[in-house]
């Protein structure tokens, strides 16, 4: 018996069993560079390069440790509405999105998102 050659999508979903566990991994969500699809969604993409500066930039704007925790909860369901409102309308049919809005409202979904951990790391583990 011959074996059937897998199509290109599973053989990368073979190749990073791993990104199962962060990702959905629907093929049409994910970006295509230089030919060769992302192995994450572009919101997942988005989310995760959003919260890698989140953390990062309150070492920038040290002042963001001074502001109220009622503040940043406030500000971190404002950033986090667009990410669900787009994911809410789309997964009912309320409309169709693209891959550049996906990624866009993930990254400032993880940006507030890295911001307040970031907070919550320096007031739980240093400041208190």
């Not at 309150?58 to 502001?67: D, E, H, K, N, R």
């Amino acid at each position: 018996m011959k074996n059937k050659p897998k199509n290109k999508e599973n053989n990368q979903k073979a190749e990073r069993p791993w990104v199962r566990f962060v990702c959905h991994q629907i093929p049409e969500r994910c970006f295509v560079i230089f030919g060769k699809r992302m192995p994450i969604c572009s919101r997942c993409t988005g989310v995760y390069s959003g919260l890698g500066i989140g953390l990062l930039l309150p070492f920038i704007l040290y002042g963001i440790y001074s502001i109220n925790v009622s503040v940043l909860l406030f500000l971190l369901i404002i950033g986090l509405a667009p990410m669900a409102l787009d994911g809410f309308t789309q997964f009912r049919g309320l409309r169709k999105s693209n891959n550049h809005l996906r990624f866009i409202t993930g990254f400032v979904g993880g940006l507030f998102l890295g911001i307040m951990f970031n907070w919550l790391l320096v007031h739980v583990f240093i400041l208190d």
